[in-house]
T-cell receptor, first 113, second 117 residues
Framework: DAGVIQSPRHEVTEMGQEVTLRCKPI?????LFWYRQTMMRGLELLIY????????DSGMPEDRFSAKMPNASFSTLKIQPSEPRDSAVYFC???????????FGQGTRLTVV | AQSVTQLGSHVSVSEGALVLLRCNYS??????LFWYVQYPNQGLQLLLK??????LVKGINGFEAEFKKSETSFHLTKPSAHMSDAAEYFC???????????????FGQGTILTVHP
């Protein structure tokens, strides 16, 4: 299995621009998670989906952030408009119901200038 | 609610010495506990997990951890450190509240392990 695949690996954008991060979970996993990692706040859970349905989005920082999961093999995290304080590494992770661990992608390093 | 506290943001050991990374958790229901490792510019990789079976859990790369309910602890150990163990380590907790919360991990702040020659 290829594992969780995220794209792009690096993204540099100007303040005010729209940013879309993409994730392909491990085949057969039915839970998907978006995390954000910063030096100041550590790892934060932004949102998670179960069977393509958002279960908990209480970690999404603002209305500028939105996430979708149109099918079991694809999810996006969108920031519009982006701000410098959104600069962070964004991780996608997936897990299989009945197992407790999540498997992480390599992350997308976002820099907003 | 669940939470994790990792004692010590930085730990430094000599190569060949014992590695001990501390983790305490808080959970109102029986927890699942994990240790992850993160190498620079990489994602998080699962080292080991406790899911209510044996309290002493063995993981990859010679690491192990012991679940102590009375102490609400899940410390990570390795008898002999290797240079390649230098990384950041995260303790995490999750609970099975109806099944849909599997994988909803709450992480500690991480401990950076430095290994000196």
């Amino acid at each position: 299995d290829a594992g969780v695949i995220q794209s792009p690996r690096h993204e540099v954008t100007e303040m005010g621009q729209e940013v879309t991060l993409r994730c392909k979970p491990i085949s057969g996993h039915n839970s998907l998670f978006w995390y954000r990692q910063t030096m100041m706040r550590g790892l934060e859970l932004l949102i998670y989906f179960n069977n393509n349905v958002p279960i908990d989005d209480s970690g999404m920082p603002e209305d500028r952030f939105s996430a979708k999961m149109p099918n079991a093999s694809f999810s996006t995290l969108k920031i519009q408009p982006s701000e410098p304080r959104d600069s962070a590494v964004y991780f996608c992770a997936s897990s299989f119901r009945g197992y407790a661990e999540a498997f992480f992608g390599q992350g997308t390093r976002l820099t907003v200038v | 609610a669940q939470s994790v506290t990792q004692l010590g943001s930085h730990v430094s050991v000599s190569e060949g010495a014992l590695v001990l990374l501390r983790c305490n958790y808080s959970s109102s229901v029986p927890p699942y506990l994990f240790w992850y490792v993160q190498y620079p510019n990489q994602g998080l990789q699962l080292l080991l997990k406790y899911t209510s079976a044996a309290t002493l859990v063995k993981g990859i790369n010679g690491f192990e951890a012991e679940f102590k309910k009375s102490e609400t602890s899940f410390h990570l150990t390795k008898p002999s450190a290797h240079m390649s163990d230098a990384a950041e380590y995260f303790c995490a907790v999750s609970t099975n509240a109806g099944g849909t919360s599997y994988g909803k991990l709450t992480f500690g702040q991480g401990t950076i392990l430095t290994v000196h020659p």
